[in-house]
């Protein structure tokens, strides 16, 4: 019987969750949706002097350490689920990631904690981009 890890590529894993990492960075600058994302959660120009001041070397740490159990979580559950290599199989699965695990789960959390509908959008379309990027480069770069 073959072990769970033995057709994880790590280099795919690495490079997806730098990937993911890079997405994260775009997606929340102002570039793309760091103004939206700061006007849904209603931010002071006071709390957002506070957060630059206070630093995000452990959230970005976090980040990347979440992203690479996640990339290897994935190539965990591909190579079990023998899929082949190819970008609409891989579309497939990111988006069943996202469908089956992340979107309830931020969902859930957003509701109670009453985050704005529109602060939820723009992380769950992260989360989507990111997992679909992640699904892509690991299933691409199969061992």
């Known amino acids: ?7 994880v590529n790590a280099w795919a894993v690495l490079v997806s969750t730098l990937a993911a990492y890079c997405i994260g960075g775009l997606w929340y600058s102002p570039v793309l949706c760091a103004n939206a994302w700061v006007k849904a959660h209603g931010f002071t120009e006071a709390q957002l002097a506070a957060m630059k001041a206070k630093g995000g070397g452990s959230s970005y740490a976090v980040a990347l350490i979440t992203y690479f159990v996640m990339g290897w979580v994935m190539a965990m559950f591909a190579g079990a689920m023998k899929m082949p290599a190819d970008w609409m199989c891989a ?8 469908l ?9 959390n957003a509701k109670f904690a ?9 992380d769950t379309g992260h989360s989507l981009v990111s997992l679909i990027v992640m699904a892509e480069v690991i299933l691409l770069w199969q061992k």
């Open 1 to 7: 019987m073959s072990h769970l890890c033995d057709s």
């Open 91 to 98: 579309l497939g699965f990111g988006f069943t990631c996202w």
């Open 100 to 108: 089956g695990f992340s979107m309830p789960i931020t969902l859930t």
């Open 114 to 122: 009453q985050t704005p509908m529109s602060a939820w959008i723009i």
